[in-house]
């Protein structure tokens, strides 16, 4: 309760605090907030209030047929897709002029390869090509923004950031919750998402973004660890 409170409260860690073992916490206090929200989504499902839905990676780890996918799998959603979000929507998590801007150009151009397929213009795998597209594009709009943007910009309030980075976060995930019947059903995918977002930003900004990545990787690996373990 204490951590969660230094959590909201987005207070400073004590000086005695280990780094690793309060983001490995924080990693446990996401999970215990999406074991809650799963009972919710079975009693809401009795009601017709949820429409139950699995993500596309849980389906990719059920139907592979080999263990050079599994890994592939493992990869790309333990370690990749961690990194691109952590990048898009903590970097600019920031005081820094540099590192706001930069991540404000990941986040642009990573909510505009998801919605417009844009990087499918390449002739290369849809992964590869979202990965390479990611990197240039951000870093190049990055650049840009480093240039264009005025140096006395005054930055908000980091609760309002990571506030804004936490929805940005949720509603990300809108292209892989499929279709629901009603509010209730996206509010109760959504919030946790939302709460991990939250979670994360706290550790970028109190901790440090490679806790951050770290938290969000483990968070991943164990959700598919199951998923393997029961398919």
């Given at each position: 309760?204490?951590?969660?409170?230094?959590?909201?409260?987005?207070?400073?860690?004590?000086?005695?605090d280990?780094?690793?073992?309060?983001?490995?916490?924080?990693?446990?206090?996401?999970?215990?907030?999406?074991?809650?929200?799963?009972?919710?989504?079975?009693?809401?499902?009795?009601?017709?209030?949820y429409?139950?839905?699995?993500?596309?990676?849980?389906?990719s780890?059920?139907?592979?047929?080999?263990?050079?996918?599994?890994?592939?799998?493992?990869?790309?959603?333990?370690?990749?897709?961690?990194?691109?979000?952590?990048?898009?929507?903590?970097?600019?998590?920031?005081?820094?002029r540099?590192?706001?801007?930069?991540?404000?150009?990941?986040?642009?151009?990573?909510?505009?390869?998801?919605?417009?397929?844009?990087?499918?213009?390449?002739?290369?795998?849809?992964?590869?090509?979202?990965?390479?597209?990611?990197?240039?594009?951000?870093?190049?709009?990055?650049?840009?923004?480093?240039?264009?943007?005025?140096?006395?910009?005054?930055?908000?309030?980091?609760?309002?950031?990571?506030?804004?980075?936490?929805?940005?976060?949720?509603?990300l995930?809108?292209?892989?919750?499929?279709?629901?019947?009603?509010?209730?059903?996206?509010?109760?995918?959504?919030?946790?998402?939302?709460?991990?977002?939250?979670?994360?930003?706290?550790?970028?900004?109190?901790?440090?973004?490679?806790?951050?990545?770290?938290?969000?990787?483990?968070?991943?690996?164990?959700?598919?660890?199951?998923?393997?373990?029961?398919?």
């Amino acid at each position: 309760m204490k951590l969660l409170k230094q959590i909201i409260r987005l207070q400073p860690l004590e000086v005695a605090d280990n780094k690793l073992k309060i983001s490995t916490k924080i990693y446990g206090l996401g999970l215990l907030v999406l074991a809650i929200f799963t009972i919710f989504k079975m009693i809401a499902a009795n009601y017709d209030l949820y429409a139950n839905y699995s993500h596309p990676a849980s389906e990719s780890l059920k139907s592979a047929d080999s263990i050079l996918m599994i890994f592939y799998i493992l990869l790309i959603s333990v370690f990749i897709h961690p990194l691109l979000e952590e990048l898009s929507f903590r970097l600019w998590l920031s005081k820094n002029r540099y590192r706001f801007l930069l991540g404000l150009g990941f986040c642009l151009i990573f909510f505009t390869l998801i919605f417009t397929d844009f990087n499918r213009l390449l002739p290369i795998s849809p992964e590869l090509s979202f990965n390479l597209s990611f990197v240039l594009l951000g870093v190049t709009l990055g650049y840009l923004l480093i240039k264009i943007v005025p140096k006395k910009l005054e930055l908000p309030r980091m609760f309002i950031l990571i506030i804004i980075s936490s929805i940005l976060f949720a509603l990300l995930h809108l292209n892989v919750i499929g279709k629901q019947n009603n509010l209730l059903g996206y509010l109760i995918i959504l919030l946790p998402y939302f709460i991990k977002g939250y979670f994360y930003g706290y550790i970028t900004f109190r901790i440090g973004f490679r806790y951050a990545f770290f938290a969000h990787a483990l968070h991943n690996f164990t959700l598919l660890f199951m998923t393997l373990m029961i398919r």
